[in-house]
């Protein structure tokens, strides 16, 4: 009896324990798509995130002037579903005590974590939010680090452009609010630029048949397609549009063909291009974290694929967190986001820096992007770097 | 113009294989008065079937619709005897809940092993091309494939006697019961039949699209209007049912754009409910 008493003693005493030690760590909540439609892109933002976390503890954490933290992560499953992340945010904030926040993948449920993380003024490294009309509300906590949505297809028209100036474009995108932010913008741009538009479609994000759309691209005698949406519409739509042989001179496609997934399409994934926010073959100098090449190679050995841009994202939005930290000396928020707001710092992910102005505060301003393209070369499918000129790895196949 | 004809071509192999989902919706509906508000999940059931036996021993997606046809009817029957046949002839308010219960179970079960991540059988067939447009041979064979199985399914309910069966305790359950027939056994097979079909078209859907364990939602909500555009509780109609919905796909996609086709649709579903209380085939119930 005596012994299972001091056994209990002992037994709490340790559990009491374990807030001492945990002071030294500093908590960062996220969700992710683990399951649902988001899932292929969202987990490549989390592996990211997971890097970037076992880096950063591996050389004894965050410096804090003197100090130094350990990251720990609290995360959950959002279902690729708005009403999970908005529940789910609000966990992390009340319950799970986060310090800061990462954002979930894709501009629609950035902007729901964004009405949480504001209303209790918790700091979020939006990652994988493109739209700018979140960035637009007045917050003063979201920062984010990708290029806006408005410039994702400036880079597919520019090819354009060079190639077939009269261009007959056809505009099929899904109707999530990052897509349409998109090819409204693009579209406008294609008008000035003097592009014929021949179609414009939207589709609802469950559509899996595509059929009817391609059978319209065909009949509008377009030769350029531009749309797409997240990975799953945007890998079905290319393998449909290859199996009804609509025989486009040019197609990109946003999202879906960064993931190195979509090179099991095989045939389908041949030519078609997508803007991309950061490929492995950027040769860009950081001035803090890991260099590209070096990012790439860890990330290779530890998940055995090659690195798309979401996974680039994740590991590059939590590195400018970490400067903002280290820089601030200090935890405390308003430190931290101020830190923030004085950013302008290069990253393995390119250069970054914050609107300060309070209509636009938190939007990217110096992050840039480029335009990939799946080419074949030796009967082995890769992603090639065809624009801007002076980042590309390969001729444009057009 | 071709275009328009591409497209109501397109429209007529895909409705075939609405048709054949809508078929055991209508079927079991038919003889034993209860809307099976599991028809989805059973669809999704369907795919996964196939998915899983192209993953696990390379075969080709369609022999596994056999597989799927028999999972199916036995999923049915025990279905049947679980839950179904307590129900029958009660409120239909009690059957709605308790297939409908069964759909939570089901999808339930489903997401906690599969997720909701999307999922995709490989599958190609070369086409057939016309002019520009090019009618894919997986929509073909679906098609020919539905058609082949509603004429087994005709054939089956007017010359065996177990398909007689069924359609006397249709027609009048205890005319049936006093001639002899074991309504009860008779019922359940009915229902395992619709539960196969059901299985069936989610094997073909799967060689269409991809899919995931929520997908059987939105060909649940077809199957409902090709149900009542093919008079409710007919099973042949139903194949006309789809392809008419099928039509009318092919003709609106050209003139509209494609997120309206929904609306169309339901629309279509109000009208026809209004104009045609049984639907627009029917003629097997009073």
Redesign the interface.
């Known amino acids: 009896m005596k012994t299972t008493a001091a056994l209990l003693l002992g037994a709490a005493m340790a559990l009491a324990a374990v807030p001492a030690f945990a002071e030294d760590t500093i908590t960062i909540g996220f969700t992710a798509s683990q399951t649902g439609k988001l899932n292929n892109d969202s987990t490549s933002q989390l592996r990211g995130f997971e890097l970037w976390r076992d880096d950063v503890n591996a050389k004894g954490g965050i410096k804090v002037g003197d100090k130094s933290y350990k990251v720990k992560f609290v995360s959950y499953d959002d279902e690729s579903q708005n009403t999970r992340v908005q529940q789910l945010y609000t966990r992390l904030i009340t319950q799970d005590k986060a310090q800061f926040l990462f954002s979930p993948y894709s501009s629609g449920l950035v902007a729901t974590a964004a009405i949480i993380s504001e209303q209790y003024g918790k700091i979020m490294m939006s990652i994988g939010g493109a739209e700018e009309k979140t960035y637009k509300l007045g917050n003063k906590y979201l920062f984010q680090t990708y290029t806006g949505a408005s410039k994702y297809l400036a880079g597919a028209l520019d090819v354009l452009k060079k190639k077939n100036p009269k261009a007959k474009i056809a505009f099929v995108y899904e109707d999530d609010p990052f897509s349409k932010a998109v090819a409204q913008a693009t579209r406008e741009l294609a008008k000035q630029d003097g592009f014929t538009v021949a179609l414009e479609e939207s589709y609802s994000s469950s559509t899996t048949d595509f059929g009817p759309i391609i059978n319209k691209v065909i009949s509008s005698g377009a030769d350029a397609l531009l749309g797409g949406g997240h990975y799953a519409d945007g890998s079905t739509l290319a393998r449909q549009l290859h199996d009804q042989k609509a025989k486009l001179k040019w197609v990109t496609l946003l999202v879906a063909p960064d993931s190195p997934n979509f090179a099991k399409l095989g045939d389908a994934a041949v030519g078609v291009s997508v803007p991309s926010q950061w490929e492995p073959q950027v040769t860009y100098k950081p001035d803090f974290g890991p260099t590209p090449a070096e990012f790439t190679k860890e990330f290779k050995a530890k998940f055995n694929i090659e690195p798309g841009y979401h996974a680039a994202g994740g590991y590059g939005g939590a590195l400018i967190l970490q400067h903002a930290i280290e820089k601030a000396g200090s935890i405390d928020p308003q430190k931290v986001a101020a830190e923030l707001n004085k950013t302008d710092v290069t990253t393995l992910f390119g250069p970054c820096k914050f609107s300060t102005d309070p209509k636009s505060h938190g939007l990217q301003i110096a992050h840039t992007m480029v335009l990939a393209q799946w080419q074949m070369k030796d009967g082995k499918l890769v992603k090639e770097v065809i624009w801007p000129d002076n980042a590309k790895t390969s001729d444009i196949m057009y | 113009m071709i275009?328009i004809f591409?497209?109501i071509l397109?429209?007529i192999l895909?409705g075939a294989v609405y048709g054949l989902a809508a078929m055991g919706l209508t079927l079991i509906w038919g003889v034993m008065n209860v809307i099976n508000l599991s028809h989805g999940a059973i669809i999704v059931l369907g795919m996964f079937v196939v998915y899983f036996l192209t993953e696990l021993t390379g075969i080709s997606p369609y022999l596994g619709i056999p597989t799927g046809m028999i999972v199916g009817f036995i999923a049915g029957l025990i279905i049947y005897w679980v839950s179904v046949n307590r129900v029958i002839g009660r409120p239909i308010l009690m059957s709605l809940l308790a297939t409908f219960a069964l759909n939570m179970i089901i999808i339930g079960l489903a997401?906690a092993a599969w997720?909701?991540?999307?999922y995709n059988v490989p599958v190609?067939l070369p086409?057939i091309?016309v002019g520009?447009?090019?009618f894919?041979g997986?929509?073909i064979m679906a098609a020919i494939i539905a058609v082949v199985i509603a004429g087994l399914l005709y054939l089956f309910l007017h010359f065996t006697r177990p398909g007689k069966a069924i359609r006397a305790v249709a027609s009048n359950r205890d005319a049936a019961e006093l001639n002899g027939i074991p309504t009860r056994q008779t019922l359940s097979m009915a229902f395992g039949l619709g539960v196969a079909l059901a299985c069936i078209s989610g094997a073909l859907i799967s060689t269409?699209?991809?899919?995931?364990v929520l997908?059987g939602e939105?060909y649940q909500l077809k199957s409902f209007v090709v149900t009542v555009l093919g008079g409710l509780g007919n099973p042949a109609g139903a194949l006309l049912g789809g392809i008419a919905l099928g039509i009318v796909?092919?003709l609106a996609?050209?003139f509209t754009?494609?997120?309206w086709?929904p609306i169309i649709e339901f629309g279509l579903f109000v009208a026809t409910l209004i104009a045609f209380p049984r639907g627009i085939f029917a003629f097997t119930r009073p």
């Open positions: 275009g591409a497209s397109d429209g895909v997401t997720t909701t991540s999307p190609a086409g091309s520009n447009y090019t894919t997986t929509h269409l699209f991809p899919f995931t997908s939105a796909e092919g996609t050209p754009p494609v997120s086709i």
